[in-house]
């Protein structure tokens, strides 16, 4: 067996893009997001919603990807105590010291002891895709698009990709 993680080809995903194809059209960017605590959650619903609002497109879908495995989306309200919340039902549920095989060197090569944050981040989930009416993005009263930084703090990066039509 061997220790070490398979790894996609693509070292990186392709910046900004824009399509046109009939009517239909795709625009797409990456999205920086500075973590500052090894567990944190961040509402990212403004810079998706600006990002949506300048593509032109009115009405279609919009896909948030997040480029990490130890960093998830999803939706909720961003609320102080909620948050609070969900950082505490995430370590309840998976505990930082736990006996895991992801963290023993006879197992893995991995050296940052994050098998949680990995584990964690599959309860959560890594996309969102959201519909666009209007030229903006369709959320319930309360709903936001958050991200969890499970390993961090670190430089993250998250893909939206807006489709449809102007």
């Known amino acids: ?12 995903p392709p910046e900004g893009v824009s399509a046109t194809s009939g009517g239909m059209l795709v625009r797409a960017e990456l999205m920086a997001v500075e973590t500052t605590e090894r567990l944190e959650l961040i509402d990212l619903t403004a810079q998706i919603q600006a990002f ?4 032109g ?6 896909s948030v ?4 495995t130890t960093f998830a989306l999803f939706i909720n309200e961003a609320q102080a105590a909620l948050h609070a919340d969900i950082k505490q ?4 549920l998976v505990e930082r010291e736990a ?18 944050a990995h ?23 309360w709903q936001r698009v958050l991200s969890a930084e499970l390993d961090g703090p670190r430089s993250r990066t998250v893909r939206v990709q807006v489709m449809g039509i102007g």
């Open 119 to 141: 584990l964690r981040a599959i309860m959560l989930g890594h996309s969102l895709t959201l519909q666009v009416s209007a030229g903006d993005v369709v959320l319930g009263q």
């Open 89 to 92: 039902l995430l370590g309840r």
């Open 52 to 55: 949506v609002r300048s593509s």
């Open 99 to 116: 006996s895991w095989l992801h963290n023993d060197p006879e197992h893995s090569d991995c050296d940052r002891m994050n098998a949680d």
């Open 65 to 68: 990807w997040s480029m990490h």
């Open 1 to 12: 067996m061997s220790k070490s993680s398979i790894i996609t080809t693509r070292n990186t």
């Open 57 to 62: 497109i009115r009405e279609g879908v919009v």
